[in-house]
Every structure is written in C-alpha cells, then in structure tokens.
C-alpha cells in the first residue's frame, strides 16, 4: 500500500513566521501536490511536482514555496506566515507523468496537518 | 469553463437508507477523467473510483455505485443501505487536459452524514 506521511497533524505557529510542512511518500512516485483545504471551498491546488528539483504552481501559489530535493519528499513552505493562511494542508503523490502530460492515476492522500496561525 | 459542482453540500439520513450525491461537470476536452474520493473524519482521501471518458458502463462495487452519463455531464454516486461508517466528505473531480499538461480540479464536496 502507498503511505504518504505527513510531518505533523498538527501544527501552531505566528504571524510572520517561516513555517516548513513535509510530506514523504514510499512508493516512488513520481509526482508530488501540495492543497489546501478549506470549508466551502474544497480542495485547491498549490503546487505541485513531477520530478526532483521541479515544479508547477497551481491555483494558489502566492504567499508559498515548495522544494522537492529528493523523489521521495516534498516540502511546503511559507515564507512569511499569515491569519489567513490558517488551513488543513494536504499532500498527494501519483504515479509517473506519462508523455508529459499530468498523469491518470489516482493520487494517494496523507493525514493532512491542520495548520493555525496566530 | 472547466468546473465540477456537486450542489449538495450537506446530507443526513438514518442507517440503511439509500442516498445518491450528485456530480456534474463542465469540459470541452473529449478525453478527461472522472474521480471520487472519500474523506472520513480521520482526514485523509481515499481514492474510491476513476473513470474515463470513453467509458460510460455504470460500476457496481459492493453497496457502492456509480452512474456516468455523458449527455447531462453527470457522474453521480449511490450508496445502497447506507451504513454509520459511510458518513465522510465525499468529493468528485475531473482531469483534463485541453491542450496543456493536465489539470486535476475537485468539487467543493458533500458531507454525508449516516445517523444510526
């Protein structure tokens, strides 16, 4: 089975603070994606990776950053944290993006962290 | 506009009645993909189904089924003699691509809630 693991469940930080989430997943997949989650709003897109060293923004890029050094790991980081980035984040990884296009299969989810920013 | 609305936002119903969530989606593309995901308070998504577009044959897996229909752009999820463990978020979501690399977009879910 696919276990995508996230850092912390969850997590408390202030205002202004450089916050790291990490996400790790054992099956050696290929892409990586990072959302957020939010009441009424569903599931949005922040960034997302194919391979090491890359990434795609998506939807909600500003105020974040992201870094994938390694296949198997890819953080999310908030450069200066702030109230309304207060979420549950999310982390998904799929297998291999196939003739360069965002591939088919499903993504497999970890335990989210609820993050708060005071 | 490519989009996924799943109009009921809360349902509630007592153990072993049936209930459908609903699922309709807008593309222009001819080739994309259907999914559903389950959240259980727990948090974590669980892939449920996927299907393609070419591929309108209803699934039946257990007290689960799934209803695609291309020609009202639905694909909607029935559970049979719904169960306390069913109650979750439920989200559809549609892959595309449209002459780019892919976009993968979720509907705003339905929370499904099964009293005993």
């Known amino acids: 089975d696919v276990k995508v693991t996230q850092s912390s469940r969850y997590l408390v930080k202030r205002t202004g603070e450089k916050v790291f989430l990490e996400c790790v997943q054992d099956?050696?997949?290929?892409?990586m994606f990072w959302y957020r989650q939010d009441p009424g709003l569903g599931l949005r897109l922040i960034y997302f990776?194919?391979?090491?060293?890359?990434?795609e923004k998506g939807d909600i890029p500003e105020g974040y950053s992201v870094s994938r050094e390694k296949k198997e790991r890819f953080s999310l980081i908030l450069e200066s944290a702030s109230t309304n980035q207060t979420s549950m984040y999310l982390c998904?990884?799929?297998?291999?993006?196939?003739?360069?296009?965002?591939?088919?299969?499903?993504?497999?989810f970890g335990d989210g962290t609820r993050l708060s920013i005071l | 506009a490519q989009k996924v609305t799943q109009a009921q936002t809360e349902i509630s119903v007592v153990e072993k009645e049936d209930v459908t969530l609903d699922c309709v989606y807008e593309?222009?593309?001819?080739?994309?993909?259907l999914f559903w995901y389950k959240q259980p308070p727990s948090g974590e998504l669980v892939f449920l189904i996927r299907?393609?577009?070419?591929?309108?044959q209803n699934e039946i897996s257990g007290r689960y089924s799934w209803n695609f229909q291309k020609s009202t752009s639905s694909f909607n999820f029935t559970i049979t003699a719904s169960q306390v463990v069913d109650s979750a978020v439920y989200f559809c979501?549609?892959?595309?691509?449209?002459?780019?690399?892919?976009?993968?977009?979720f509907g705003k879910g339905t929370k499904l809630s099964v009293k005993p």
């Open positions: 979501a549609l892959l595309f691509y449209g002459g780019s690399q892919g976009n993968l977009i």
């Open positions: 593309t222009r593309d001819t080739t994309y993909y």
């Open positions: 299907r393609n577009s070419f591929d309108e």
């Open positions: 990776s194919y391979d090491v060293k890359m990434k």
């Open positions: 998904a990884s799929s297998l291999f993006r196939d003739g360069g296009v965002l591939s088919n299969q499903p993504q497999h």
């Open positions: 099956m050696d997949h290929e892409n």
